[in-house]
C-alpha cells in the first residue's frame, strides 16, 4: 500500500522501500561534494538526507582528531631554524663607528 502512494505521488523507487522524486534523484546524482558512497547510502535510504551525512563525516573527522598522538607542532629548534637573525651591513657598519665619526648632516 505505502509503495502504491509513493508511486503515486510520481516518485521512483531508487532502493529498498527508498522513494525520490526524479529531480532529487539528480540532484544527488550531480553533487559533486557527495562521493560515491555517500550517494549509494541515500539511494539505499542509509542515510536520509545530505545533512546527516554532513554529521556523520564530522563525527568521524573528529574521532579520528582525537585518536592521533598529541604532539607540539614546532620544536623550540625548528622554530630557531625558520627564524634567522636579519643582519643589515650597514647598520653593523655604524655600530662600529665612534660617535665622532658620525656624520649626521651628510
Known amino acids: 500500500m505505502n ?11 531508487v532502493g529498498d522501500g527508498v522513494f525520490m ?6 540532484n ?7 562521493s560515491v558512497e555517500e550517494k549509494k547510502g541515500l539511494f539505499s535510504g542509509k542515510y536520509k538526507s545530505k545533512d546527516q551525512i554532513l554529521r556523520d563525516k564530522a563525527k568521524r573527522i573528529e574521532e579520528e582528531r582525537k585518536n592521533q598522538p598529541k604532539k607540539p607542532a614546532m620544536t623550540d629548534q625548528e622554530i630557531m631554524d625558520l627564524n634567522p637573525v636579519f643582519i643589515d651591513p650597514k647598520i653593523e657598519a655604524i655600530k662600529h663607528l665612534h660617535p665622532e665619526q658620525l656624520d649626521i648632516k651628510n
Do not use: A, T
Open 3 to 13: 509503495r502504491n502512494l509513493e508511486l503515486l505521488k510520481r516518485k521512483e523507487e
Open 28 to 34: 544527488i546524482s550531480m553533487d559533486s561534494s557527495l
Open 21 to 26: 522524486r526524479p529531480q532529487e534523484i539528480l
